[in-house]
């Protein structure tokens, strides 16, 4: 029996101190620790004044309801208390019956204070205006308490589901405790409105619920994650568990990004789930999730999430652009300009995502999305509406739009597919998918910027014509320039027109090549030497000494013809306006005065350098030998098809 007793406290100790460790912050470890001390000698005394042990090792609440009871004139017995052990506390009725026998009198009030919070919220510091509410918070702290220990009271080894729930429970509570004294600070919970005297047992057990997962260490706040459920918080908690530790496995698994994300980073079991809302219907959960995901700009939901996430074999973060909606409820910059001045303390004004209006029209466009993703009976009756003359172009167009940032790849999908059947049905015009603007820059530093303000006027001159909610983004993807082997070297004529037992009839200047450059090397009589030996002075020795792979700019004429047919794919792609020929040619003229004045100065190699050592040397073959890219060799003609010929 002692040894139970001692397991039995041990785990009560460590269980305190896991909860402990979840939720608080690094700063108020030590606090904490202090209080989980003065809870258990509490425990610990009324565990010897108030409770009895069986010999089986459970215990039960006997003397306490045994004294209240025959103050009421009444006599106690077990049934009571086997009543409420054998309902596992399914409501709070009971306990605080129980609990509210013990008075926080005003002797007890400030050492509480004292030992809970280390002085923080002394006796002095504290406002007497917050005193009863202080002592509220302390007595739900107590409900939950009871709560949470009564299944190890019980049998310390049993773990289910419903002690994983009460753990989830008290985990979120006491986050909104130390919220609410202003001990952990969070924006998404300042904005959840949510006190904790609201976060009940029958709060948490609601199903069709809205829950966010924050951190508590300041290196981890700014990651969250916001999702839904049709079930109970503690149900999909367990799900995700289950995920997590098949992930853990190297199993494949089917789930959010951010699974990986905790595996990776191994900072699953530190974020607290809270839920902050519930949804009277079903159907309603996807909207209302992507809504609150629109308005915080989660980084562990997608697409955010992809920002941080790293590629298998990368060491950089992956590079995925993120789509905004570009609608005026969810602008980037009205949300960051809210957070920036949040974050110095200024009062924010309420802007105009904050309307109620502007609230309910997103409400309305993110449901009727979700309804027409889904199958049956709503995706006819959201197609019908769409189909309709009830609904002009310009909400087809931004529904569009939005449908490309929903989080879910198959909804997304799905959506889009649909709306273009629906604009279709319509005669509208589909929107293609934003593509940059791709070709072969100039040398001087200015032409991209250039670029982009050419880009700027034809979209400015294309206002009529340009769909809206769908104009395309100032982005220019440079293409390489043409290599150094793709423009010297010649052997592919020799080849092409190569016919067996015909390297006699070829010429060979071997000998006059030999007295001009004698430290070329021969073979068999003929020159077969890297093109490094050839010794010539200033720009083309170092071309012919450099590697085949560096890349040379291409003539003037086809940077202007690369540049005008990308310029025109992509004007017609979008339904801009193409420039008149003689504003083009101009502007171009204009950015090749640059790139010569650049190429000049900075000495770069360009194709007509290429093509001049190439015709220094007409009748030698230039070349890479093989197992060594990159370097440059020469051959004598009649050699080169002697090597052929060996083939």
């Known amino acids: 029996m002692f040894k139970f007793m001692m397991v039995q406290r041990m785990l009560m100790m460590m269980v305190m101190l896991m909860v402990m460790v979840m939720v608080m912050t690094k700063t108020t470890m030590m606090t904490m620790m202090m209080m989980m001390m003065k809870m258990m000698i509490v425990i610990k005394t009324m565990k010897k004044k108030m409770m009895i042990t069986d010999g089986d090792g459970s215990t039960i609440v006997r003397r306490l309801y045994m004294k209240t009871k025959r103050q009421d004139g009444q006599t106690g017995d077990r049934t009571w208390c086997s009543g409420v052990l054998a309902t596992k506390m399914k409501n709070d009725k009971e306990v605080k019956d129980w609990i509210s026998k013990l008075k926080l009198t005003k002797a007890h009030r400030p050492s509480l204070t004292i030992k809970l919070f280390c002085g923080e919220y002394q006796s002095g510091r504290f406002p007497s205006s917050n005193k009863n509410h202080f002592s509220r918070h302390i007595l739900c702290l107590a409900i939950g308490a009871a709560k949470f220990f009564e299944v190890f009271f019980r049998n310390p080894m049993e773990w289910g589901s419903w002690a994983m729930d009460v753990a989830l429970w008290q985990r979120g509570l006491f986050l909104l405790l130390t919220h609410a004294f ?76 951010a699974l990986w994300w905790y595996l990776k980073t191994d900072t699953y079991h530190l974020a607290v789930p809270i839920v902050f809302m519930h949804c ?98 709503q995706s006819f009756l959201a197609a019908k509406l769409l189909r309709s003359g009830h609904v002009d172009d310009l909400l087809i167009y931004q529904l569009y739009r939005l449908g ?40 001087h530093a200015s032409f991209a910027a250039d670029t982009r303000a050419l880009m700027r006027t034809l979209l400015k001159d294309s206002h009529a014509t340009v769909l809206p909610f769908h104009v395309p983004k100032l982005l220019i993807t440079f293409k390489a320039h043409p290599k150094v082997k793709d423009v010297l070297f010649n052997f592919k004529e020799l080849v092409e027109g190569w016919e067996p037992h015909g390297a006699d009839s070829l010429p060979c200047d071997c000998q006059n090549l030999r007295e001009q450059f004698p430290y070329l ?46 310029l025109h794919r992509w004007c017609k792609k979008h339904h801009v306006r193409f420039p008149a020929e003689e504003v083009l040619k101009i502007w171009w003229a204009n950015q090749v005065q640059h790139h010569a004045d650049f190429v000049c100065s900075a000495r770069k190699w360009t194709v007509v350098d290429v093509l001049h050592l190439q015709s220094l040397f007409p009748t ?26 060996a083939r």
């Open 182 to 257: 202003v001990i952990f600070q969070s924006d998404i919970l300042s904005q959840c409105h949510l006190r904790p005297e609201q976060y009940t047992w029958e709060f948490f057990q609601r199903s069709n619920c809205v829950y966010v997962r924050v951190f508590t260490s300041p290196f981890l706040k700014r990651h969250t994650y916001v999702g839904s459920t049709t079930g109970t918080l503690g149900a999909r908690e367990r799900t995700r568990l289950g995920k997590y530790r098949q992930l853990a496995r190297s199993q494949h698994v089917v789930g959010e990004l």
């Open 280 to 377: 009277p219907l079903k159907r309603c959960l996807h909207a209302v999730e992507q809504f609150w995901i629109q308005f915080w700009r989660p980084t562990l939901n997608a697409p955010f999430i992809n920002q941080i996430l790293r590629g298998k074999h990368s060491l950089r973060t992956a590079a995925v652009r993120v789509t905004a909606t570009r609608r005026h409820l969810f602008s980037f910059r009205l949300h960051r300009r809210y957070r920036q001045m949040a974050k110095k303390g200024y009062a924010v004004q309420p802007g105009p995502f904050r309307d109620a209006s502007i609230v309910k029209a997103a409400m309305f466009s993110l449901q009727v999305l979700f309804d027409l993703a889904a199958e049956g009976l």
């Open 404 to 443: 490309c940032s929903l989080g879910d790849p198959h909804i997304e999908t799905t959506v889009r597919k649909r709306l273009r059947k629906i604009m279709a049905f319509r005669n509208m015009t589909v929107p293609s998918e934003p593509s940059s603007l791709c070709i072969r820059g100039l040398g």
């Open 521 to 566: 090397d021969l073979s068999d009589g003929h020159i077969a030497s890297p093109a490094s030996k050839l010794g010539i002075p200033g720009l083309l020795g170092d071309i012919a000494s450099s590697s085949a792979n560096n890349q040379v700019f291409a003539s003037v004429s086809s940077l202007f013809g690369g540049f005008r047919a990308s």
């Open 620 to 645: 030698l073959v230039w070349h890479i030998r093989d197992h060594q890219a990159g370097h440059i060799h020469v051959f004598c003609r009649k050699k080169y098809a002697m090597m052929l010929d």
